[in-house]
């Protein structure tokens, strides 16, 4: 999604799908008659009309280059390039996601691949077009600046949050002819992550397994995910053997395309002045650096309870002791399917709490042609919501099996949709697109009402125990797990910092050494895993430090879920004025403003740790 940036007052925040899940995708088809098999048409009728707007943008820089010199020729001045920029960044957004959804759809098609990269080319030329603002805006000063805005109603209605934040980073601007040359970068910053993504969906050499009930398993991304969890545990060890072997005879090259990213990193941070990169990653948002650091020392402390889960699961599975690979299967099985119409009415009834205005949203939504949730051979794995064109609703990629995670899956995405209906109905344009650290809330404050909404509803002990358990899985994976990854993001990225050589045995060396750490003394780890790092694609994409805000959300998540179902209307509004702020403000100021929720202090993370243990002491109880 695009939003205003102190290092241009545009800036293609993620060209990227937006909001991109943590949970897996399940190689498992989905049935029933909701809507479904996004209708793109939405977008451009055909790629002769993408390819006539993306020329026209293309046409349009000229003009856009053209303000240069003239944005203190006054108020009215500045509104009228400021708009102008803004539209053709907003026409630009729509050309990158036609090409991407299309891309996604068939990693196979060449053609669609080729047509993605021309949009990132497009945004490279915009980019450079429009570099000079931020230094222009500076040099016109504070005092000026603010005497635009108080003069002119589209610079305070739409533009005063970008115009202050560019002025907020002054010190990491550069002059024109910098800028110019970072925004030049941004294509061949990309080029890890687009290397990485060719190894993983189409040159890496996947294993086909035999199952002990003969079925055979094509070990991809979306066959490890489904076959992980398989109830035989040699079948279990076979697939994490095979599956990791396969990255493992990879690593040199995933480490040297990783090895790049982080450079590029440290370049990015270095030339904009910042310390280190985590600094620079944090600063565009405005995080403190405190909420990372906090979240990483409460996880750690929280760890004796990850390990007693751990113990749990090995109890309950009747283990003699625990693996890597006893990880996925579900504490009890559940047998229960759910078709796409299924998951909707149970996702509408879960989430009654957030009220008629939510749910009244999200029910007229999941009418529409707005997602592709099925499988297939070609289409790219994982689930997310890209909510990036303004001017037309969001569209959902999922990979739904039938089972529970597919329901999650989809309750998870829905999330994200309804939050970016809620920004563009409150908000502009420019101050539409909320920052991950808040979108992430949106999606597991779902997953928290549906793990709930469904554990009320259990009948037997089997039940309950499922949907606790499922309440673990979410803490394990999205809380301890993804912080996991934090910590080891930041390792990596200290190494380059610190000038040590990188490479994927490196790479793999500090990964393992978490493993050990998060997982305890009692989890047998194969070597193998040690490369699970490369198997995280959000590692290579974008800027860097991403994951640590799926552990920040569950935790808020949590908290206003509880909140919610503990208090009434008043906590209800609170957080859907959350979803509604957009990105009107920083994401930590809007959840203290709007909710009372101070992220830079422990007391969310204990608070998480607490309920993990408190749903430990109920399957305890049950068994």
Do not use: C
Request: net charge negative; aromatic share 10%; charged share 25%.
């Amino acid at each position: 999604m695009l939003h205003t940036d102190r290092r241009g007052i545009l800036v293609l925040a993620a060209v990227m799908p937006f909001a991109a899940s943590s949970l897996p995708a399940l190689a498992q088809a989905a049935s029933g008659t909701a809507a479904g098999d996004w209708d793109l048409s939405d977008i451009y009728p055909d790629w002769a009309a993408w390819d006539a707007a993306r020329k026209g943008v293309l046409d349009a820089l000229p003009r856009l280059a053209a303000y240069k010199g003239h944005l203190g020729d006054g108020a009215e001045a500045m509104a009228k390039a400021m708009v102008d920029m803004s539209d053709v960044t907003k026409t630009a957004v729509r050309v990158y996601v036609y090409s991407s959804l299309s891309a996604d759809a068939d990693v196979r098609v060449a053609e669609n691949q080729e047509r993605r990269g021309q949009s990132a080319d497009m945004f490279t030329a915009l980019s450079e077009a429009t570099s000079w603002t931020s230094p222009e805006i500076l040099a016109l000063g504070k005092d000026r600046v603010e005497g635009f805005i108080a003069e002119n109603a589209t610079l305070k209605t739409r533009f005063a949050f970008g115009l202050r934040d560019t002025l907020r980073g002054a010190e990491h601007t550069l002059d024109t002819a910098g800028e110019a040359i970072m925004a030049s970068a941004g294509a061949p910053l990309a080029g890890p992550s687009d290397v990485r993504g060719q190894l993983v969906a189409s040159d890496i050499p996947r294993p086909t397994v035999t199952l002990s009930d003969g079925t055979e398993m094509r070990l991809d991304d979306q066959g490890y995910t489904l076959a992980r969890g398989t109830a035989n545990r040699d079948d279990r060890k076979k697939v994490f053997a095979e599956f990791w072997d396969s990255y493992a005879a990879f690593s040199n090259s995933l480490g040297a395309a990783y090895a790049s990213k982080i450079k590029g990193d440290v370049f990015r941070a270095k030339t904009r002045n910042y310390p280190n990169t985590l600094a620079f990653a944090l600063d565009g948002p405005n995080i403190p650096e405190g909420v990372y650091r906090t979240l990483v020392d409460e996880t750690n402390k929280g760890l004796p309870q990850l390990h007693r889960y751990f113990d749990l699961r090995r109890r309950i599975l009747g283990l003699p002791d625990i693996g890597y690979y006893d990880i996925y299967p579900p504490l009890v099985s559940l047998g229960r399917k759910f078709n796409l119409d299924e998951m909707r009415t149970i996702t509408l009834q879960a989430l009654a709490p957030l009220g008629p205005e939510y749910v009244g949203l999200l029910t007229e939504a999941t009418t529409k042609k707005w997602m592709d949730p099925r499988p297939r051979p070609g289409k790219t794995s994982g689930a997310y919501m890209n909510g990036s064109i303004y001017d037309v609703h969001p569209y959902l990629l999922l990979n739904l099996g039938e089972d529970y995670d597919g329901l999650s899956t989809y309750a998870h995405e829905w999330g994200h949709a309804i939050h970016t209906l809620l920004s563009k109905k409150q908000n502009p344009y420019e101050t539409y697109s909320y920052a991950t650290f808040i979108a992430e809330i949106a999606s597991t404050v779902n997953e928290v009402f549906l793990s709930r909404y469904m554990m009320e509803r259990a009948k037997t002990k089997e039940e309950k125990l499922f949907y606790l358990g499922q309440q673990l899985e979410n803490a394990r994976g999205t809380f301890y797990r993804q912080t996991m990854f934090a910590e080891f993001e930041l390792k990596a990225h200290e190494l380059a910092e610190n000038g040590e050589g990188l490479s994927g045995r490196k790479f793999a060396e500090v990964y393992m050494d978490l493993l050990r750490r998060y997982h305890g003394p009692n989890m047998i780890l194969p070597d193998n895993v040690a490369h699970e790092w490369s198997y995280i694609s959000h590692f290579f994409r974008g800027t860097p430090y991403y994951v640590f805000q799926y552990a920040t959300s569950i935790s808020a998540g949590t908290w206003f879920a509880k909140s919610i179902l503990d208090g009434g209307k008043a906590e209800r509004e609170a957080f859907i004025s959350v979803l509604k702020a957009g990105g009107s403000d920083y994401p930590v100021e809007i959840l203290r403003k709007k909710a009372g929720l101070d992220m830079t202090k422990p007391d969310v993370y204990r608070g998480f740790v607490a309920t993990m243990s408190d749903t430990m002491d109920q399957i305890e109880a049950l068994l």
